[in-house]
């Protein structure tokens, strides 16, 4: 089954084409991170509306790339939620046009889960049940991942996300952004004991996660080094919070892993790609016995691919859309 | 005359919380609130509140990387972060005037990166860092609130 799948929440419009779930043949991805660059912290022309023109181009080169004519396609997959409204809208209306032009189905797809497949992907031993850590700028999620179809929130940030600290820290200490991985070079060589930062405690739910608490503790011991004109051991700093985000993050994951009975544990999003967390949760999968599965950095972003794979196991539980699918700003799993 | 403005100081985050729930009984459809403030001044904590305010039992987390988080309750809620913006042009990108058409309230984290959002009229409100747990929250409001 071919399945041209678009993804366009956030910052990236990417366009794939996958077969049967698991085998991406190709996956077009525009993003800005580049630009963000470029522009010194800022995103330009975010999400712009404009980037319908996109999709049409980005869906051509797909083709192209994996030697398909638009009459072998199975169906048309979109990501239509939770996301920048106007963004997810050129996605879902490409999607709807697209599969209405070629009189295939149209399969809606939560982003979410969608980068939880990104692990079926990369790994095609791996079947649910297991659990999932989804960490990214925008995410912090702890799923039971029951069924390719059927997963349940265990847990989640209650104000920043990981990957947000991780980019808000970089800036305090002026690295450029998207910050993550120069915050992940500089720690390589730190003390990671040197700087005492706090691991969030949240009340009620044991799974929750705070990171709001983390970043402005950074900000505050910037500031008071600043004020008493002392230097920064940055390497230092950087070794600390890596390791205070991770030492939230991984026992919590080992926990609930080990409260479900799973000995399966998948990891998704861009901070999976932060090198201490990786260690960290290796250690830590060792020791409990657990097999660990964390995609590679190409998969780990958002792209269209993952989409694809879960819209095949979602068009196999018989999920459908009508051109009257709209997009959602907000959605809970 | 000048624009009327409310000093508050806290001295937790549970009290600047207080505070934005309080302050959600005065808004109307329509009311925009701009927010100024450095990274870990309470914004998100103060928006908090008002979600809450608002009467939404919703989780109110930092809107920095979808740009804006809809919260429902009394009047909707449209939780703006400008923080990845680079000025006023990207509001459209972003639909700011459509968000302004659906009547709900609009408060706006890092409101400084787009100062064409505003005409005025917004409820302007600073958090300024006194020291690691204290917080100076301003409230200016327009002449029409007064
Ligand atoms: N009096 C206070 N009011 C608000 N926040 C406080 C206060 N004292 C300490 N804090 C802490 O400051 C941080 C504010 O974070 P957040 O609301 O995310 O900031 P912003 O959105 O302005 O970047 C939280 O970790 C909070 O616990
Ligand atoms: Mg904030």
């Known amino acids: 089954m071919l399945i041209l799948s678009v993804e366009s929440t956030c910052d990236e419009t990417a366009v794939a084409i996958t077969e049967n779930g698991r085998r991406a043949l190709t996956d077009q991805i525009f993003s800005q991170t580049g630009l963000h660059a470029v522009y010194g912290g800022v995103v330009p022309e975010i999400a712009s509306r404009s980037h319908v023109e996109l999709v049409s181009r980005l869906s051509e080169r797909a083709l192209e790339a994996a030697g398909v004519t638009k009459a072998q396609l199975d169906a048309v997959a979109v990501s239509y939620a939770p996301g920048l409204i106007g963004a997810v809208l050129v996605g879902v209306s490409f999607a709807k046009a697209a599969a209405y032009a070629l009189g295939i189905p149209l399969i809606p797809v939560h982003h979410i889960p969608g980068h939880i497949a990104a692990n079926y992907i990369a790994f095609p031993e791996l079947e649910p049940p297991f659990l999932c850590l989804a960490v990214s700028g925008g995410n912090t999620l702890l799923v039971d991942v029951r069924g390719y179809t059927d997963m349940a929130v265990m847990g989640a940030t209650r104000d920043d996300a990981a990957g947000e600290c991780f980019d808000k820290t970089a800036r305090v200490l002026g690295l450029p952004y998207p910050g993550g991985k120069y915050v992940d070079a500089l720690s390589q060589t730190g003390d990671d004991t040197k700087y005492a930062l706090p691991r969030a405690h949240v009340e009620g739910n044991p799974y929750d996660m705070s990171f709001s608490g983390l970043k402005t503790a950074v900000v505050n011991l910037v500031h008071h080094a600043e004020q008493k004109g002392e230097a920064l051991d940055r390497e230092s700093l950087c070794a600390s919070f890596s390791r205070a985000v991770s030492e939230t993050l991984v026992p919590r994951t080992m926990r609930l892993a080990k409260a479900l009975d799973y000995e399966k544990i998948a990891v998704a999003g861009g901070v999976a790609a932060n090198s201490r967390i990786r260690n960290d949760f290796k250690k830590a999968a060792e020791a409990a016995g657990a097999r660990l599965f964390i995609p590679p950095l190409s998969l780990c972003g958002d792209n269209a691919a993952m989409i694809g794979c879960q819209a095949y196991y979602e068009y196999l539980a018989g999920t459908r859309a009508g051109s009257d699918l709209d997009a959602y700003a907000n959605m809970e799993l | ?146």
Not at chain 2, 5 to 18: D, G, Y
Not at chain 2, 64 to 71: A, G, K, R
Not at chain 2, 82 to 110: H, K, N, P, Q, T
């Open chain 2, 1 to 146: 005359m000048d624009k009327l403005t409310i000093e508050i100081k806290t001295h937790a985050p549970e009290e600047t919380e207080l505070t934005g729930e309080k302050l959600a009984a005065l808004f109307k459809p329509g009311t925009v609130v701009a927010l100024c403030g450095e990274l870990g001044a309470g914004k998100t904590v103060l928006v908090r509140g008002m979600a809450r305010g608002l009467g939404s039992g919703d989780r109110v987390t930092s809107p920095t990387f979808t740009i804006v988080n809809e919260y429902a309750g009394r009047l909707a809620l449209f939780h703006f972060d400008m923080y990845r913006l680079g000025g006023s042009d990207e509001l459209f990108d972003i639909g700011w005037e459509d968000y302004r058409a659906r009547g709900g309230v609009c408060v706006v984290e890092w409101s400084e990166n787009v100062p064409g959002a505003f005409d005025g009229s917004e409820l302007r409100i600073t958090i300024e860092k006194l020291s690691d747990t204290d917080r100076k929250i301003t409230v200016g409001t327009p002449q029409e609130a007064v």
